[in-house]
C-alpha cells in the first residue's frame, strides 16, 4: 500500500477527550474516528489489526474443536425473559420495538440466542461435547462510555458456548478453553494475568478474567508472582496479606484490562429454557454449559496500552497492520524512487505486508515522526546521506536497533530483520 492514498491520517495532537494512552494514540495514527459517545469507526489500518487479532483467535479456536456460526444482533425479548434477564440488565440492554410494537434487543452477548437453538438442534448425548462460537458486533448502552474502545457502547467480540452432558466433561472443555486462551495471547505476545472474576450478570457458578496489567486500566487485581494465583479485587471481601495458595507474602495489586472472561455456567440457562437433550440413562437432562468472551476490539487498546513509549506505538509483528514500513526520504529523486519501488515489489511478492511512505512535499522529519508513530515493526529508510554512500537503513522500532546495509542486499536484509524482531 501507497502512504499517498492510504487512509490514515495522523494528528500531531490528539482531541481533547483522549485520555489513555491507548485512545490518544489510536487517534493521533488514525485507526479510529468517533461517530458518537462509545462508537467508533475504524478506518483500514484499525481494521487490518482488527482481522489479525480475529484471524489468530480463529485459528486457536477452531484447532480447539470449535466450529464456527453467526447469531442474529437483534434478540427476541422472550428469550430474555426465560433467565430473568430482561429486567435484571437494566439500562445497558438497549432496547426497541419492531413496527408491530414486539419488543427486542441490541444483543450485549448471546447466551439466550445459542441456548434456544442448540436445544432444538441436538438431542443425544452423543453429540456431546459441542462447542461453537462468533464474531460478532455486540451493544451495551454504557452510563460513561470512555476510554476509547475500553468502554464503548458498540464493540467486537468473539464469544464461544460450550454444551457438555456432565459435570466431568464440562470441567474438561473449561480447562481446555483456559488453555486456548493462553495461547491466543501469547501469540500477540500480549501479557495477560488470568485471575479469578465475577460472574455478574452471566452468572454461572465460576468465572476467570484475562488481564492486561496497565495504569490506566478500569479493574484492580491482587496477584502472587510465586505461584500464579490471582483474583479480581471485586469479587474478595478483604484483601489477603498471603496469598491463598502459596502462603507467600509477595502480593501484587496491580490496574489491569480485562481481555478475555470465561464462564462455567452449569444449568444457569439450560434449566430455565428447558434446553435438555437425552443422556446415556435415557433420561431428558439440561445442558452443562459454560461461556467464553474475547473482547476483539478492545484487544487493540490493550496491546497499545501495554506497547508504546513517548514517541508512538510500537506493534507487535502478529497483529501489526503492517510488517514494513518503507520510508522513500526524498521520493521526487529518481534514483530513491527506482529502488523504493522495487523494494516495494519484491516484498510484496514475499507477500510480506509492506506500506511504501511515497509522500511528496513531506520532510524528512515529518517522515520519521510518523513511522515512528504509527509504530510499524521494521522501518527501512531510503535516501539521505546513507544512500548517498550506497546504504538503505533498517530499524526495528521495539529495539530502535539501526543497520546500515548495501543497496544491493537491502530486500534480504529486510527479511532477516523481521526474523529477528519477531523473536525479540
Known amino acids: 500500500m501507497r502512504w499517498s492514498n492510504y487512509l490514515m491520517p495522523t494528528l500531531k495532537e490528539p482531541p481533547r477527550e483522549a485520555q489513555t494512552i491507548a485512545h490518544k494514540l489510536m487517534l ?25 487479532i480475529e484471524g489468530i483467535i480463529r485459528e486457536e479456536m477452531n484447532a480447539a474443536g470449535g466450529q464456527e456460526l453467526l ?8 428469550l430474555w425473559e426465560k433467565t430473568g434477564r430482561w429486567s435484571a440488565y437494566g439500562k445497558e440492554l438497549m432496547r426497541l420495538k419492531d413496527r408491530n410494537d414486539r419488543d427486542f434487543c441490541l444483543g450485549p452477548t448471546h447466551e439466550e ?21 462468533q464474531f460478532q458486533t455486540k451493544f451495551r448502552d454504557e452510563l460513561r462510555p470512555r476510554f476509547g474502545l475500553i468502554r464503548a457502547r458498540e464493540f467486537y467480540m468473539k464469544d464461544a458456548y460450550s454444551f457438555d452432558a456432565n459435570e ?11 488453555a486456548t486462551y493462553d495461547r491466543i495471547f501469547a501469540r500477540m505476545a500480549l501479557k495477560t494475568i488470568r485471575v479469578s472474576g465475577e460472574t455478574g450478570l452471566i452468572g454461572g457458578v465460576m468465572s476467570h478474567e484475562f488481564m492486561v496489567p496497565c495504569e490506566t486500566g478500569e479493574d484492580e487485581i491482587v496477584m502472587c508472582p510465586s505461584c500464579n494465583w490471582g483474583s479480581n479485587v471485586k469479587i474478595l ?19 489491569a484490562i480485562e481481555v478475555g472472561h470465561t464462564f462455567y455456567l452449569g444449568t444457569r440457562y439450560s434449566a430455565p429454557m428447558d434446553a435438555v437433550f437425552t443422556d446415556a440413562r435415557g433420561k431428558a437432562a439440561p445442558f452443562i454449559m459454560g461461556c467464553y468472551g474475547i473482547g476483539v476490539s478492545r484487544i487493540i487498546a490493550a496491546a497499545i496500552e501495554q506497547s508504546s513509549d513517548k514517541y508512538g506505538i510500537i506493534w507487535t509483528p502478529s497483529i501489526a497492520p503492517f510488517q514494513v514500513l518503507i520510508s522513500a ?3 521526487e529523486k529518481p534514483e530513491v524512487k527506482k529502488l523504493a519501488d522495487t523494494l516495494y515489489q519484491e516484498l510484496l511478492a514475499r507477500n510480506v505486508e509492506t506500506l511504501l511512505d511515497d509522500r511528496l512535499q513531506t520532510s524528512i522529519g ?8 504509527v509504530g510499524i515493526p521494521v522501518r527501512v529508510n531510503i535516501g539521505g546521506r546513507s544512500f548517498q554512500e550506497g546504504h538503505a537503513e533498517i530499524r526495528l522500532r521495539k529495539t530502535g536497533n539501526t543497520e546500515e546495509v548495501e543497496l544491493s542486499r537491502t ?13 525479540i
Open 28 to 52: 493521533r495514527t488514525g485507526l479510529v474516528r468517533k461517530l458518537a459517545s462509545g462508537i467508533y469507526e475504524f478506518l483500514p489500518a484499525g481494521f487490518k489489526c482488527l482481522k489479525k
Open 71 to 78: 447469531l442474529p444482533t437483534i434478540q427476541p425479548k422472550e
Open 113 to 133: 440466542v445459542i441456548t434456544a437453538l442448540i436445544g432444538q438442534e441436538i438431542s443425544s448425548w452423543r453429540q456431546l461435547p459441542l462447542l461453537v462460537y
Open 168 to 178: 466431568t466433561q464440562a470441567h474438561d472443555s473449561y480447562d481446555k478453553m483456559l
Open 237 to 255: 471481601k478483604e484483601i489477603p496479606k498471603t496469598c491463598p495458595r502459596c502462603k507467600s507474602k509477595q502480593l501484587k495489586r496491580e490496574k
Open 329 to 331: 526520504l526524498e521520493y
Open 366 to 373: 515529518v517522515k520519521f515522526k510518523d513511522a515512528d508513530l
Open 411 to 423: 530486500t534480504a536484509s529486510v527479511l532477516k530483520a523481521l526474523e529477528v524482531n519477531g523473536k
